[in-house]
């Protein structure tokens, strides 16, 4: 008996225990980078499927060393639903951040970010920053605990304009070889329902087994 409510026990911890929020996908621009060349990712957790990241919109063709070129920046104070980086994943994920290493060469850059999902046909900002107008790398980190979890197959996409001066900057993706962290997307692979049921049989008829036996 005691051995079956130990087990019991077990499993209810299992099924309680909190989760923390890891890297589920990272996508790293070591080497040289052409912006009109897809980007594969370069970890990717398991439980979870991931595409490579593509510009839509941009000018067709720049190329840099350890940084995904993007841009250059519309001064335009309005999204522009046509330009964005977009990349997909797929799994049941409950969403936590989407980091972005930022690379700006002037001190007028980008002043708008914004991330949108396919959760609601890209319908409206999940989060929207203002990265500082200071040249250098700056960490964007978009806030994604407003979304319910997600399943299936999920896109996102990443939006930059109002920047103060028309067509002089860029938001270049910068990589760890420049002493950043690339676009890291965080959060947790969730099981299945399923899952948690079959580990609670799983459990209760191994307790029940132990129990004949004794």
Aim: charged residues 15%; negative net charge.
């Amino acid at each position: 008996m005691m051995k079956t409510k130990i087990l019991g026990l077990l499993a209810f911890g299992l099924l309680a225990q909190p989760v923390s929020a890891m890297t589920l996908v990272q996508y790293d621009p070591l080497g040289n980078q052409a912006s009109n060349v897809p980007l594969a990712p370069a970890i990717v957790a398991p439980g979870v499927l991931a595409g490579d990241l593509t510009q839509v919109g941009f000018e067709d063709f720049w190329s840099n060393a350890d940084v995904l070129p993007v841009g250059r920046i519309s001064s335009s104070p309005a999204i522009d639903l046509g330009q964005y980086l977009t990349f997909s994943v797929s799994g049941r994920l409950d969403l936590d951040a989407l980091s972005y290493s930022l690379l700006s060469y002037l001190n007028a850059g980008a002043t708008i970010a914004s991330i949108r999902s396919s959760t609601d046909g890209f319908a409206a900002d999940i989060d929207t920053l203002a990265p500082s107008p200071a040249a250098g790398i700056q960490l964007l980190e978009f806030d994604l605990t407003g979304l319910p979890v997600v399943s299936g197959s999920t896109e996102f996409r990443i939006y930059f304009y109002g920047a103060p001066a028309d067509l002089t900057d860029w938001a270049d993706l910068a990589s760890t070889a420049r002493g950043a962290s690339g676009l890291t997307l965080s959060g947790v692979a969730v099981p299945e329902p399923g899952t948690f049921a079959l580990l609670g049989l799983g459990l209760a008829g191994l307790g029940f087994t132990r129990r004949r036996k004794a």
